[in-house]
């Protein structure tokens, strides 16, 4: 043990300056750097507090005002991520060699970066996660072979006898056009019919509205009639069934009112002389919802699960039975054990089986994320691996000595490896640390987005503990490989060959 401590205390020896005084200027500088950073900084963020009504009115201060969001938003971040970098490669030429310091900084921003990366790319995925099952259930009962789904309501009951099951409601899907007054064309939409007494349990769509009610799809009568003057609809004009609009069909590409009337055609519903032929039938908008992902609130409407049924023709019969259990990942189990209940003639999905290309997609970016990430590490690992080979070199008279008196080729292996180790973890546990308080600031303080483009006001931030585990084991695992070679090169020098010159 005490040759092993000894072994340990000569590699940290190896990596410390021992002439500090060399990089007094160097410090400095970097310090003088630092410095001016904070001063970006606080220039950055001193208009903040700066009331707009103090200057003139007129384009000039609305420019400033543009000029000062993007010095906040921008120059300030990339200040502090500048000066943090600088006080630390300052802090590190204080303590170690020049190039054990950089390959120090190599390790930590390896570290840092992939853990930001993975929680950024994590949070994107929860948050479209959270987003598809504002609209889909976690499991959905359908039957095979397209045939009629008429016994929905034993299914129904079954379904709601097994554990985890939260909610369950009845469905009907089926692609329509919807057309109004701004809109006369009409354009393609998927109309679902739910039940709205079950909807907010399974879909949480009363958490999404962002006008008018549920219980409006229910009670039609209730919509308000301030379309009609005087608000009160006129005595022979018919109640209307309502719908629910997305948010960007209400605002954006029909630019309706709640009470609006608009008209849904089912090109294949109805029947003539000839066969099936179109079938129109005009509603009223109910309220209008917001689930965050363009796709749903473009092409999306709700109306009521009996209404659906009357319009599509589909009397006594659903598309499917939505499920929503007590966690996302309690869906595969609950799945499987409907599927055993209900035997072969029903297929029985989860939401992972629904949305396997989108998720698998995903999973494999994360992955090749991580993957190009860890190049950063490679990179660092190189440089560690450069510099204890110049180490190798420079230290070759003091390696013949130790080996003269009595030294062996493992000692001074250890001695190397215990380098490259020393710089594995001086690197990576503060990286990991810098990585999860990156995470946590941005999680608290947020980093805005623009809605338009992202349909999200602020960067998701969701923190896994087996992502970060991954990228420091990664991390360290890669700094011990580099030592390897440097070390087995250190422990066959001769001593005469290191003292041959001296």
Known sequence: MRALGFEWLVAWRHLRDPDRSTHKRLFVACLLIWLGALGLLFVALAPRFIKVHEFAPGEWAEARTALWIVYVGVGAKVAIGISFLLFILAFLFEVFTIFTSISILEVFIGTA????????????????????????????????DDRPFTDWQAVKAKAADVPDVVGTMAYIEAEVILKHATNSAGMGIILRGIEPAGAPRVLGIQRMLKGGSLDYLEHPDEIPNDIFPGGERPEGVPVLPGVLLGEELYEHILRVFIGSEVDIACPMCGVGPTGPMPKLRPFRVAGHFYTGMYEFDAKLAYISLKDAQKFLGMNGEVTGIEIKTTTPEAAIEVAREIAARLGPGYEVRSWEELNRALYGALKIEKLAAFIALCFIVLVASFSIGGTLLMMVTEKAREIAILKSMGARDGAVLRIFIAEGLYIGVVGVIPGVAAGIGCCLALARYGLPLPVEVYYIQQMPIVMRVSEIAAVGLAAFALCGLATLYPALLASRIRPVDGLRYE
């Open 113 to 144: 970066a992939p853990i930001i990366f993975l929680s950024v790319m994590s949070g994107f995925e929860n948050d479209l996660k959270t987003k598809i099952r504002s609209t889909k259930a976690d499991v959905v009962i359908e039957m095979r």
